[in-house]
């Protein structure tokens, strides 16, 4: 399994913005797709956004089109998503997960991924 370190989660108002980073320290994530996830209590794990292996494709989640936005750097061995005009009902917890991949680049949003992150909490509150 691959370690994966989730960060850059907090406290924001609504309309503001967060980066979260999901790391594989000393990992290449080249031939990984990644898939951030949410969870809120009472609620299933959601797929939020993907990135395929090398970064080829992505995929977002109705609701964040046009506001997250996931990119990758592979020399750091890290993904990221940025999140902009953030919304209360985005408040959640944020798991990055990583999934390797032998196929066509194509990322998915269910969560059926091999390796999970601790996750970082996200707020949305004013």
Known sequence: QLQLVES????????????L????????????DIGWFRQVP????????????????????DDVKGRFTISSDYAKNTVYLQM??????DTGVYYCAADFNRGPPI???????GSWGQGT???VSS
Do not use: F, M, W
């Not at 850059?8 to 980066?19: D, K």
């Not at 902009?84 to 009902?89: D, H, V």
């Open 8 to 19: 850059g989660g907090g406290l924001v108002q609504p309309g503001g913005s967060l980066r």
């Open 21 to 32: 980073a999901c790391e594989a320290p000393g990992h290449t994530l080249d031939y990984y």
């Open 42 to 61: 009472g609620k299933e794990r959601e797929g939020v956004s993907c990135i395929s292996k090398r970064g080829i494709t992505t995929g977002y989640v």
């Open 84 to 89: 902009n005009s953030l919304k209360p009902e």
């Open 107 to 113: 990322c998915t949003l269910l969560p059926r991924h």
């Open 121 to 123: 909490l996200v707020t």
